[in-house]
């Protein structure tokens, strides 16, 4: 199996002078004024028996959907944008009470560092302890550390198909109640939940925690936050009723404002900088953003 | 081989260590550094000191009074790290989280847990079981091996197929940088970091500091569970199988095979009623909701029946079920009955390379005559070839280390990993080049330099010499890590 050819990314990427990454767009793009490159698309194999995939970083996340999704099998990406864009910004599936974080899904990257050099991160098996763990430093690093390029992520076998249902118990006992609910969402009024699995369980499921078929997901409104998931009812309870929605259990919430969150301890801030420091001294990736700043 | 010269810590360090913690739990007799000279591999260093904080101050105080003399530390859990991740050179000072072994808070709505990190991984299933909660990581080592322990080797286990390994199931570390701060990664809530300091500080093999406390998230015990037994004539065919349950879109809790050699070794001593006449058996677990469960399960044997499965049993009930587990999970307590010493390696290919390896393995064994068995995690091609042998016997030790060597080799070639849960410690150190180009070694080191800049904490693991770390203190020939 035969990745995909980073030498002329790494090539464009060069070894001097500021320069950013973009895929759609769909999530802020480049920095402005500063010159973008744009990382190899399209996948590069895919084989269904080792539950693993390998494609480029701007490959877009439908395309890749549509390709496991043949196989029965898929990968708990968003909906939108490329799949370097999701890893980047550690974007994360609104299944991910289920499905993990992204950041569990990726076994290996291969990226083009600040000194313009194609460099692997992690290793192609569905299991693999080879070393420090750079994939979980780029996940979520904002193009600062180094521009991802090529992922191997492992897939899933589809669960079934998703149903959401609503019920009128308190949603945090209804959460408590399931077994593995893959989201369950609450907007101050109404819950949704999404149930996968086989027909009869999630049947008996919804039977037993007293739920009602329904039409989901909401809309979500479009600035997410994050908080413990243990403060969530006291978050919520100081914002009006459905002017969020609360993801139960992950701890995200949807809103028209960024809800204030404890600052990132100065020590950790320090470690952070010295990380990206060590990892481009020039400052040349994705200059002026500092994941520590964007809370 | 005879043992490293010992270098004797500083006078100055143990009076400062014994100020801080107290006499009875800073140890510097010959007898107690021998115990702490290794860890559960065969590698020998040598320990200068050990001590037992009970408490994240008295932690930050031992790594401060080391750093200040310019003194290599290493943190310990259980001790039963096989790659020798824990094993102290140049008379390091050892610090055992033995002590700091309290369950502190368990959060059952959330399903999370407050541990320290001298908590026994099965003793933190036991007591979340009362809630129906467990901690998933779940080695074999699992009724010693600390959670602190897991955390420094991202640990993984036989449930580890559906359920990710240790770093799936860890939300936040308290951490003791090597430079004493004491630092919170990672936190209960979603993304809370700018980078993912907590996902890079698991697997961190002790070089990125000191867990002190531990938030894991805890996973519901399954409503139901089936587990399944085949056996087969030809190991090929049982491989086949597991390659064929996956494609047809089951992932198992656990999918664990054992060749003839360990089957028979493990039924002498355990009993657990397994097929003695097999080349190879299979243990599929699956777990979850019951209509899933009862239909995986009678696909599962469908798929070994048309794969060459003489006979398939499923476990009747719950005794029957620990009995099959009992006999997996000590295997290798039951190979002492053939020869006194074991060797057992660790590495990951790609489940279609299964077959192949495998042979390659029997194969590798017998050009250096020398006996092994299988038992491992067929599910994830996770292998851990078991070389048996008489230390004894002369030469014997460097036959086993150039089957080890030739084994790591052939999995690598088949595009597979050095290691899938063990960890590279000193034992793969210098077989790092075999996976990774300098460019990616230098990463590595890059981002070993931005958390340790001294270079203190367990020098000397991981990265092969030649990297950039200040760790190149002293320079050790090939032969070490035996």
Same mark, same amino acid.
Request: proline share 6%.
């Given at each position: 199996?035969?990745?995909?050819?980073?030498?002329?990314?790494?090539?464009?990427?060069?070894?001097?002078?500021?320069?950013?990454?973009?895929?759609?767009?769909?999530?802020?793009?480049?920095?402005?004024?500063?010159?973008?490159?744009?990382?190899?698309?399209?996948?590069?194999?895919?084989?269904?028996?080792?539950?693993?995939?390998?494609?480029?970083?701007?490959?877009?996340?439908?395309?890749?959907?549509?390709?496991?999704?043949?196989?029965?099998?898929?990968?708990?990406?968003?909906?939108?944008?490329?799949?370097?864009?999701?890893?980047?910004?550690?974007?994360?599936?609104?299944?991910?009470?289920?499905?993990?974080?992204?950041?569990?899904?990726?076994?290996?990257?291969?990226?083009?560092?600040?000194?313009?050099?194609?460099?692997?991160?992690?290793?192609?098996?569905?299991?693999?302890?080879?070393?420090?763990?750079?994939?979980?430093?780029?996940?979520?690093?904002?193009?600062?550390?180094?521009?991802?390029?090529?992922?191997?992520?492992?897939?899933?076998?589809?669960?079934?198909?998703?149903?959401?249902?609503?019920?009128?118990?308190?949603?945090?006992?209804?959460?408590?109640?399931?077994?593995?609910?893959?989201?369950?969402?609450?907007?101050?009024?109404?819950?949704?939940?999404?149930?996968?699995?086989?027909?009869?369980?999630?049947?008996?499921?919804?039977?037993?925690?007293?739920?009602?078929?329904?039409?989901?997901?909401?809309?979500?409104?479009?600035?997410?936050?994050?908080?413990?998931?243990?403060?969530?009812?006291?978050?919520?309870?100081?914002?009006?009723?459905?002017?969020?929605?609360?993801?139960?259990?992950?701890?995200?919430?949807?809103?028209?404002?960024?809800?204030?969150?404890?600052?990132?301890?100065?020590?950790?801030?320090?470690?952070?900088?010295?990380?990206?420091?060590?990892?481009?001294?020039?400052?040349?990736?994705?200059?002026?953003?500092?994941?520590?700043?964007?809370? | 081989?005879?043992?490293?010269?010992?270098?004797?810590?500083?006078?100055?360090?143990?009076?400062?260590?014994?100020?801080?913690?107290?006499?009875?739990?800073?140890?510097?007799?010959?007898?107690?550094?021998?115990?702490?000279?290794?860890?559960?591999?065969?590698?020998?260093?040598?320990?200068?000191?050990?001590?037992?904080?009970?408490?994240?101050?008295?932690?930050?105080?031992?790594?401060?009074?080391?750093?200040?003399?310019?003194?290599?530390?290493?943190?310990?859990?259980?001790?039963?790290?096989?790659?020798?991740?824990?094993?102290?050179?140049?008379?390091?000072?050892?610090?055992?989280?033995?002590?700091?072994?309290?369950?502190?808070?368990?959060?059952?709505?959330?399903?999370?847990?407050?541990?320290?990190?001298?908590?026994?991984?099965?003793?933190?299933?036991?007591?979340?079981?009362?809630?129906?909660?467990?901690?998933?990581?779940?080695?074999?080592?699992?009724?010693?091996?600390?959670?602190?322990?897991?955390?420094?080797?991202?640990?993984?286990?036989?449930?580890?197929?559906?359920?990710?390994?240790?770093?799936?199931?860890?939300?936040? &570390?308290?951490?003791?940088?090597?430079?004493?701060?004491?630092?919170?990664?990672?936190?209960?809530?979603?993304?809370?970091?700018?980078?993912?300091?907590?996902?890079?500080?698991?697997?961190?093999?002790?070089?990125?500091?000191?867990?002190?406390?531990?938030?894991?998230?805890?996973?519901?015990?399954?409503?139901?569970?089936?587990?399944?037994?085949?056996?087969?004539?030809?190991?090929?065919?049982?491989?086949?199988?597991?390659?064929?349950?996956?494609?047809?879109?089951?992932?198992?809790?656990? &999918?664990?095979?054992?060749?003839?050699?360990?089957?028979?070794?493990?039924?002498?001593?355990?009993?657990?009623?397994?097929? &003695?006449?097999?080349?190879?058996?299979?243990?599929?677990?699956?777990?979850?909701?019951?209509?899933?469960?009862?239909?995986?399960?009678?696909?599962?044997?469908?798929?070994?029946?048309?794969?060459?499965?003489?006979?398939?049993?499923?476990?009747?009930?719950?005794?029957?079920?620990?009995?099959?587990?009992?006999?997996?999970?000590?295997?290798?307590?039951?190979?002492?009955?053939?020869?006194?010493?074991?060797?057992?390696?660790?590495?990951?290919?790609?489940?279609?390379?299964?077959?192949?390896?495998?042979?390659?393995?029997?194969?590798?064994?017998?050009?250096?005559?020398?006996?092994?068995?299988?038992?491992?995690?067929?599910?994830?091609?996770?292998?851990?070839?078991?070389?048996?042998?008489?230390?004894?016997?002369?030469?014997?030790?460097?036959?086993?280390?150039?089957?080890?060597?030739?084994?790591?080799?052939?999995?690598?070639?088949?595009?597979?990993? &050095?290691?899938?849960?063990?960890?590279?410690?000193?034992?793969?150190?210098?077989?790092?080049?075999?996976?990774?180009?300098?460019?990616?070694?230098?990463?590595?080191?890059?981002?070993?330099?931005?958390?340790?800049?001294?270079?203190?904490?367990?020098?000397?693991?991981?990265?092969?010499?030649?990297?950039?770390?200040?760790?190149?203190?002293?320079?050790?020939?090939?032969?070490?890590?035996?």
């Amino acid at each position: 199996m035969t990745g995909i050819d980073l030498s002329l990314f790494a090539i464009e990427v060069g070894e001097f002078g500021p320069v950013s990454v973009a895929g759609l767009s769909t999530r802020g793009g480049g920095v402005e004024g500063v010159r973008t490159v744009v990382a190899p698309s399209g996948i590069a194999w895919y084989n269904p028996e080792e539950m693993t995939v390998c494609c480029g970083a701007s490959t877009p996340i439908s395309e890749l959907r549509a390709r496991l999704s043949e196989a029965g099998q898929f990968v708990a990406l968003p909906d939108f944008g490329t799949v370097g864009g999701a890893l980047a910004t550690a974007s994360n599936s609104l299944f991910r009470l289920r499905h993990g974080p992204i950041r569990d899904s990726v076994l290996q990257i291969r990226l083009v560092t600040a000194q313009g050099e194609v460099a692997q991160a992690g290793g192609p098996t569905v299991k693999n302890v080879s070393g420090f763990d750079l994939c979980r430093l780029l996940v979520g690093s904002h193009g600062t550390l180094g521009f991802i390029g090529e992922v191997i992520l492992r897939t899933r076998p589809s669960l079934g198909a998703v149903r959401w249902f609503t019920g009128t118990d308190d949603p945090f006992v209804i959460r408590r109640s399931l077994y593995r609910p893959s989201s369950v969402l609450w907007d101050g009024k109404t819950t949704w939940v999404a149930l996968e699995g086989h027909a009869c369980d999630v049947e008996s499921e919804a039977s037993r925690v007293r739920l009602e078929p329904v039409v989901g997901p909401p809309r979500f409104p479009p600035i997410s936050s994050c908080v413990s998931p243990s403060d969530l009812r006291s978050v919520t309870s100081r914002m009006a009723p459905t002017s969020f929605v609360a993801e139960l259990g992950t701890g995200i919430v949807h809103s028209s404002v960024l809800l204030a969150r404890p600052c990132i301890d100065a020590s950790v801030v320090t470690l952070q900088q010295r990380i990206k420091t060590t990892f481009d001294p020039e400052g040349r990736l994705n200059p002026g953003r500092a994941p520590w700043e964007v809370r | 081989m005879s043992a490293p010269v010992r270098p004797v810590a500083p006078t100055a360090l143990i009076a400062e260590l014994t100020t801080a913690l107290s006499p009875d739990r800073v140890r510097t007799s010959v007898t107690e550094l021998e115990i702490y000279r290794r860890d559960a591999s065969n590698i020998e260093g040598s320990a200068g000191i050990v001590c037992f904080p009970t408490t994240t101050v008295e932690v930050q105080a031992c790594v401060r009074a080391s750093v200040r003399h310019g003194w290599p530390f290493v943190a310990r859990g259980s001790g039963t790290g096989l790659a020798g991740g824990a094993t102290p050179l140049d008379g390091a000072l050892v610090i055992s989280t033995t002590k700091m072994n309290r369950i502190l808070s368990i959060d059952t709505d959330e399903r999370m847990a407050w541990v320290e990190p001298g908590v026994i991984n099965l003793d933190l299933s036991r007591v979340t079981s009362r809630h129906g909660l467990h901690f998933a990581p779940d080695p074999s080592s699992q009724q010693s091996c600390s959670i602190g322990g897991n955390v420094a080797n991202n640990s993984g286990g036989p449930h580890c197929l559906a359920e990710g390994v240790t770093n799936s199931h860890i939300l936040a &570390l308290e951490v003791v940088l090597p430079d004493g701060e004491i630092v919170m990664l990672g936190g209960l809530e979603p993304e809370c970091d700018a980078y993912d300091l907590r996902g890079v500080f698991v697997g961190s093999e002790g070089m990125f500091g000191i867990a002190t406390r531990i938030a894991v998230r805890l996973t519901p015990n399954p409503p139901a569970v089936k587990t399944l037994l085949m056996a087969f004539a030809d190991t090929g065919d049982g491989a086949r199988t597991v390659s064929a349950i996956i494609a047809a879109g089951m992932l198992p809790a656990a &999918l664990e095979m054992m060749d003839a050699p360990i089957t028979r070794a493990v039924e002498d001593f355990v009993h657990a009623g397994f097929p &003695l006449d097999a080349a190879a058996i299979l243990i599929v677990e699956l777990d979850g909701q019951a209509h899933a469960v009862e239909a995986d399960a009678q696909r599962a044997a469908d798929v070994g029946w048309t794969h060459g499965a003489t006979s398939v049993r499923i476990a009747a009930n719950e005794a029957e079920r620990a009995l099959i587990w009992k006999g997996r999970k000590n295997a290798f307590g039951a190979i002492a009955r053939i020869k006194p010493n074991y060797y057992l390696h660790d590495t990951v290919v790609p489940r279609a390379k299964l077959v192949d390896v495998l042979e390659q393995v029997y194969d590798i064994a017998r050009r250096h005559d020398l006996i092994v068995m299988n038992v491992f995690h067929a599910g994830d091609g996770n292998l851990h070839p078991l070389l048996v042998f008489d230390k004894r016997e002369p030469g014997v030790l460097d036959r086993v280390h150039a089957a080890g060597e030739e084994i790591v080799a052939a999995s690598v070639a088949a595009g597979g990993v &050095l290691s899938g849960e063990h960890g590279i410690g000193l034992e793969k150190r210098d077989y790092m080049s075999m996976m990774f180009s300098p460019v990616d070694l230098d990463l590595q080191a890059r981002l070993r330099q931005a958390f340790d800049p001294t270079g203190l904490a367990n020098p000397r693991k991981v990265l092969p010499s030649g990297s950039r770390c200040s760790d190149g203190m002293v320079a050790h020939g090939a032969g070490l890590w035996v």
